[in-house]
Nanobody, 130 residues
């Protein structure tokens, strides 16, 4: 069974930086993706960034140039480096993972439709103050 545990959320001022971590255990797929999603109060969950096991990555337009997704050498921890944070970046950030995922088209679907994301963490809250 795959387990995902997020950490690193907290309060940050607009313009500041924050790094989120997602530790995954139990992943046995040869190819897989991990993604970061967020949900602000009263809004639907949206994809933020995704990375596949080969190191390919993709971002939502709203965070391009500001956020960076990466993973550790063992590819069991996914990081989301958030720079120049904006008020609209606040919300519950949740990590997800799914197998058989690789390449740009799949990564786009992960962000757009949460496609293939079979496992989800409980989330970590990011609060942005002005």
């Amino acid at each position: 069974q795959v387990h995902l545990v997020e950490s690193g959320g907290g309060s940050v001022q607009a313009g500041g930086s924050l790094t989120l971590s997602c530790v995954a255990s139990g992943i046995t797929y040869s190819t897989y993706c991990m993604g970061w999603f967020r949900q602000a109060p009263g809004k639907e969950r949206e994809g933020v960034a995704a990375i596949d096991s080969a190191g390919g990555f993709m971002y939502a337009n709203s965070v391009k140039g500001r956020f960076t997704i990466s993973h550790d050498n063992a590819k069991t921890i996914a990081y989301l480096q958030m720079n120049n944070v904006k008020r609209e970046d606040g919300g519950m950030y949740t990590c997800a993972a799914g197998g058989g995922c690789q390449g740009g088209s799949w990564l786009s679907s992960v962000i757009e439709y949460q496609y293939g994301m079979a496992y989800w963490g409980n989330g970590t809250l990011v609060t942005v103050s002005s």
